[in-house]
């Protein structure tokens, strides 16, 4: 019987995953907790509260170094702190003020990188710490998703990109699952799948960018996986995991809950 293996939210895009033994999956397709903050270009089209392209701020496609930052947010506390190793950047609350210092810490650190979206663009500055810490609306599809790959799936990409040491976290899912063969989760696309009590619609493959090519550990781009993806499977786009909205109420995930097709 396919099992939920690990679960993960992002509380800051394109930050430090928070592993987590149960996830909260929302009636509108979302993880309580999930993307409730983001930092923004000053010139993003939209307003703050609203969802907009994931290129229209920091994240790990344009800025690969912010794999070497560790984010912890405490959710209860409304806190947010980034560390660079053991040298702690900011920590701050989501005041007024807060948020002002922990943009000029984040952008301090940006402007030291070799690859950043700052540089020549003096109309991205100063950057926004956008999101009430609370309601999840930054992931990369304006209805949200539950993301999930298989820890299967993740053996064969790492075999045929040959780094047998490939890791989850550079593909960024809410729940990795063991039990099924290698990339039968994309066989479940138009299904409904049953997690614990969770029934959730499969509706879209997962479409990778260039975050998958920097190094969770150090920030560097060393492993060209959408590339290796396209031409060792064949694909018309690099793509690992799927994309979920969840039928009726939501409810609880937790690490070894079972998982069923309902439909």
């Given at each position: 019987?396919?099992?939920?293996?690990?679960?993960?939210?992002?509380?800051?895009?394109?930050?430090?995953?928070?592993?987590?033994?149960?996830?909260?999956?929302?009636?509108?397709?979302?993880?309580?907790?999930?993307?409730?903050?983001?930092?923004?270009?000053?010139?993003?089209?939209?307003?703050?509260?609203?969802?907009?392209?994931?290129?229209?701020?920091i994240?790990?496609?344009?800025?690969?170094?912010?794999?070497?930052?560790?984010?912890?947010?405490?959710?209860?506390?409304?806190?947010?702190?980034?560390?660079?190793?053991?040298?702690?950047?900011?920590?701050?609350?989501?005041?007024?003020?807060?948020?002002?210092?922990?943009?000029?810490?984040l952008?301090?650190y940006?402007?030291?990188?070799?690859?950043?979206?700052?540089?020549?663009?003096?109309?991205?500055?100063?950057?926004?710490?956008?999101?009430?810490?609370?309601?999840?609306?930054?992931?990369?599809?304006?209805?949200?998703?539950?993301?999930?790959?298989?820890?299967?799936?993740?053996a064969?990409?790492?075999?045929?990109?040959?780094?047998?040491?490939?890791?989850?976290?550079?593909?960024?899912?809410?729940?990795?699952?063991?039990?099924?063969?290698?990339?039968?989760?994309?066989?479940w696309?138009?299904?409904?799948?049953?997690?614990?009590?969770?029934?959730?619609?499969?509706?879209?493959?997962?479409?990778?960018?260039?975050?998958?090519?920097?190094?969770?550990?150090t920030?560097?781009?060393?492993?060209?996986?959408?590339?290796?993806?396209?031409?060792?499977?064949?694909?018309?786009?690099?793509?690992?995991?799927?994309?979920?909205?969840?039928?009726?109420?939501?409810?609880?995930?937790?690490?070894?809950?079972?998982?069923?097709?309902?439909?």
């Open positions: 019987m396919p099992r939920v293996v690990a679960l993960y939210r992002y509380p800051l895009k394109g930050f430090t995953p928070e592993a987590c033994t149960a996830l909260t999956v929302l009636p509108e397709g979302r993880v309580a907790g999930d993307r409730v903050l983001a930092f923004r270009f000053a010139n993003a089209p939209v307003a703050d509260d609203q969802w907009c392209r994931k290129y229209e701020g994240v790990l496609a344009n800025t690969p170094g912010l794999a070497r930052l560790t984010a912890k947010f405490d959710h209860r506390e409304q806190r947010l702190r980034i560390a660079l190793g053991n040298q702690v950047l900011c920590d701050e609350a989501l005041d007024d003020a807060g948020r002002a210092r922990l943009v000029e810490a952008t301090a940006l402007l030291d990188l070799g690859e950043h979206p700052l540089r020549n663009h003096p109309d991205r500055l100063p950057l926004k710490l956008v999101g009430d810490g609370v309601r999840p609306r930054y992931q990369d599809n304006e209805a949200g998703q539950v993301t999930l790959h298989s820890r299967e799936t993740m064969s990409a790492a075999a045929a990109l040959k780094d047998p040491k490939l890791s989850e976290h550079r593909f960024r899912h809410n729940i990795v699952i063991e039990g099924v063969e290698a990339w039968e989760e994309l066989s696309l138009g299904r409904r799948v049953r997690i614990g009590a969770v029934e959730m619609d499969v509706v879209k493959p997962k479409t990778r960018c260039l975050a998958t090519h920097a190094n969770p550990e920030g560097e781009r060393d492993l060209m996986v959408m590339q290796g993806l396209v031409r060792h499977f064949r694909q018309a786009q690099p793509t690992l995991g799927v994309g979920m909205l969840t039928c009726g109420a939501g409810g609880e995930v937790r690490v070894g809950d079972d998982i069923r097709l309902v439909g």
